[in-house]
C-alpha cells in the first residue's frame, strides 16, 4: 500500500440510538445502540454467539437494509455514504467457485474499472504471496482447505482498498501459527485505515484493537473494554493475559 493512499484513508463512522428488528421476528436486537468506529483506528468487537455482532456489520456495510427495520443515524466524518467507502470479508468467505484465486482476488477491480491492469495483478500477486498462496493462484476455491479460503478472502479484502474495513471473524479458519502471522499482516497493511473486526478470541482483540467493546445483554449494548498499553500488533504479556482472563470472565457472565 502506498503512503498516499494511507493518507486519503481517514474515515470516521459513528452509529447512533440504533433500533433494529428483523421483518421476521418480534425480538428487537438493539434498542439505543452506539458505536463510534475512529479515523485510522481499529475496533474489535466481542460478545456471545446471538447477541447481533453479524447484523451490527451487515448494517454498516448496507447489506441488511431490506431484512430489517431499523432506526438510528449511521454518519460519516466526511458526509459519504458509509456503503461506498466499505470492505467487507463476511464470515462465510463468499469466494466465486467459477473463478480462481487470483480472479477472486481481483474481483472489486473488475467491478470498479473494469479488467485488471498489469498493476492491479501485481497488487494482487503480492498481497496472495503474504498470506501465503502464491502457489495456489491458478486453483479454483473448491481445491481449497477452509484456512486458505479465508486467506484468499483476506487477500481480498485488502486487495479493495478502501477506508472502512469490515471484518467477521477473519481469522477463525486458520491454525495458531497462521492466524499469529496474519494478524500481524492484517495490522501492518490495514494500518490508518478505520476497521471493525468481529472476533470471538479476546486475545486476538487484546493483540488487534485500538477500541475493545463486548456487545452483551438483549436488546444487545456496548461496553468499553481496558486496552493494553502497547502499540499494535501487541505480543502476549502478563497484561495482556491478565485482560484475556478479564474478558473471559465477563463474556461468563453473559451466558448466564
Ligand atoms: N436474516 C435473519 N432473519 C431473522 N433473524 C436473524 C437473521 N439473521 C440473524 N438473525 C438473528 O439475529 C440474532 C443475531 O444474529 P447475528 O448473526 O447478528 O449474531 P452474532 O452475534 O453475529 O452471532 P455469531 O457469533 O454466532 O456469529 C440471532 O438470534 C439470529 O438468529
Given at each position: 500500500?502506498?503512503?498516499?493512499?494511507?493518507?486519503?484513508?481517514?474515515?470516521?463512522?459513528?452509529?447512533?440510538?440504533?433500533?433494529?428488528?428483523?421483518?421476521?421476528?418480534?425480538?428487537?436486537?438493539?434498542?439505543?445502540?452506539?458505536?463510534?468506529?475512529?479515523?485510522?483506528?481499529?475496533?474489535?468487537?466481542?460478545?456471545?454467539?446471538?447477541?447481533?455482532?453479524?447484523?451490527?456489520?451487515?448494517?454498516?456495510?448496507?447489506?441488511?437494509?431490506?431484512?430489517?427495520?431499523?432506526?438510528?443515524?449511521?454518519?460519516?466524518?466526511?458526509?459519504?455514504?458509509?456503503?461506498?467507502q466499505v470492505a467487507y470479508m463476511?464470515?462465510?468467505?463468499?469466494?466465486?467457485?467459477?473463478?480462481?484465486?487470483?480472479?477472486?482476488v481481483c474481483f472489486s477491480i473488475?467491478i470498479s474499472?473494469?479488467?485488471?491492469?498489469?498493476?492491479?495483478?501485481?497488487?494482487?500477486?503480492?498481497?496472495?504471496?503474504?498470506?501465503?498462496?502464491?502457489?495456489?493462484?491458478?486453483?479454483?476455491?473448491?481445491?481449497?482447505?477452509?484456512?486458505?479460503?479465508?486467506?484468499?478472502?483476506?487477500a481480498r479484502t485488502l486487495m479493495q482498498d478502501k477506508p472502512v474495513v469490515?471484518?467477521?471473524?477473519?481469522?477463525?479458519?486458520?491454525?495458531?501459527?497462521?492466524?499469529?502471522?496474519?494478524?500481524?499482516?492484517?495490522?501492518?497493511?490495514?494500518?490508518?485505515?478505520?476497521?471493525?473486526?468481529?472476533?470471538?478470541?479476546?486475545?486476538?482483540?487484546?493483540?488487534?484493537?485500538?477500541?475493545?467493546?463486548?456487545?452483551?445483554?438483549?436488546?444487545?449494548?456496548?461496553?468499553?473494554?481496558?486496552?493494553?498499553?502497547?502499540?499494535?500488533?501487541?505480543?502476549?504479556?502478563?497484561?495482556?493475559?491478565?485482560?484475556?482472563?478479564?474478558?473471559?470472565?465477563?463474556?461468563?457472565?453473559?451466558?448466564?
Amino acid at each position: 500500500m502506498t503512503t498516499d493512499t494511507m493518507m486519503k484513508s481517514g474515515v470516521g463512522v459513528n452509529l447512533a440510538n440504533c433500533k433494529l428488528r428483523y421483518l421476521n421476528s418480534p425480538t428487537t436486537l438493539f434498542e439505543n445502540l452506539n458505536i463510534q468506529l475512529p479515523t485510522g483506528q481499529w475496533t474489535c468487537i466481542l460478545g456471545r454467539s446471538g447477541c447481533g455482532k453479524t447484523s451490527l456489520l451487515r448494517l454498516l456495510a448496507g447489506l441488511i437494509d431490506d431484512e430489517v427495520q431499523w432506526q438510528g443515524q449511521l454518519t460519516t466524518n466526511n458526509d459519504q455514504q458509509l456503503s461506498s467507502q466499505v470492505a467487507y470479508m463476511a464470515q462465510q468467505d463468499l469466494l466465486f467457485p467459477w473463478l480462481n484465486v487470483l480472479d477472486n482476488v481481483c474481483f472489486s477491480i473488475k467491478i470498479s474499472k473494469g479488467k485488471p491492469n498489469t498493476n492491479d495483478k501485481r497488487r494482487a500477486l503480492e498481497l496472495l504471496e503474504h498470506v501465503g498462496l502464491s502457489d495456489y493462484v491458478n486453483a479454483f476455491p473448491d481445491s481449497l482447505s477452509g484456512g486458505m479460503r479465508q486467506r484468499v478472502a483476506l487477500a481480498r479484502t485488502l486487495m479493495q482498498d478502501k477506508p472502512v474495513v469490515l471484518m467477521d471473524e477473519p481469522f477463525s479458519a486458520l491454525d495458531a501459527v497462521t492466524r499469529h502471522k496474519l494478524q500481524n499482516l492484517a495490522a501492518q497493511l490495514l494500518k490508518n485505515k478505520t476497521v471493525l473486526l468481529i472476533t470471538h478470541d479476546p486475545q486476538e482483540a487484546l493483540r488487534l484493537g485500538h477500541q475493545i467493546l463486548l456487545m452483551t445483554s438483549a436488546p444487545a449494548v456496548m461496553q468499553h473494554l481496558p486496552v493494553p498499553s502497547a502499540s499494535t500488533p501487541r505480543q502476549f504479556d502478563a497484561e495482556l493475559a491478565g485482560l484475556q482472563q478479564n474478558i473471559i470472565e465477563r463474556l461468563e457472565r453473559d451466558y448466564v
